[in-house]
Nanobody
Framework: QVQLVEAGGGPVQTGGSLRLSCAAS????????MGWFRQAPGKEREFVAA???????YYADSVKGRFTISRDNAKSTVYLQMNNLHPDDAGVYYC?????????????????WGQGTQVTVSS
């Protein structure tokens, strides 16, 4: 049974940092494209970052230069380091896994999802 469990969300002030983690079980994270998405109230879920099987990284334009996605194979955990957070970064952040070989940015194409972790950014 595949499980993705996010952690690390919480309240932070504008300009602050958080590191989200996604612990994967039931799958080998290095054999999947691993992605982070977020959803703000009243908005659609949107792509944030993805890590290919070969560790290539992909980012939404809105987070480039501020967020970093990485993976620890030994821990089967994917991370999202978020720096210089803005109020627009607030929302529920979800970890997802995609069996595809290529990196995709559409939520519907991902196969497995975590339950999400809330990020709140105060100005």
């Amino acid at each position: 049974q595949v499980q993705l469990v996010e952690a690390g969300g919480g309240p932070v002030q504008t300009g602050g940092s958080l590191r989200l983690s996604c612990a994967a079980s039931g799958l080998t994270s290095s054999s999947y494209v691993m992605g982070w998405f977020r959803q703000a109230p009243g908005k659609e879920r949107e792509f944030v970052a993805a890590l290919s099987r070969s560790r290539e990284t992909y980012y939404a334009d809105s987070v480039k230069g501020r967020f970093t996605i990485s993976r620890d194979n030994a821990k089967s955990t994917v991370y999202l380091q978020m720096n210089n957070l803005h109020p627009d970064d607030a929302g529920v952040y979800y970890c997802a896994a995609d069996r595809a070989i290529v990196v995709r940015t559409t939520p519907a194409e991902y196969d497995y999802w975590g339950q999400g972790t809330q990020v709140t950014v105060s100005s």
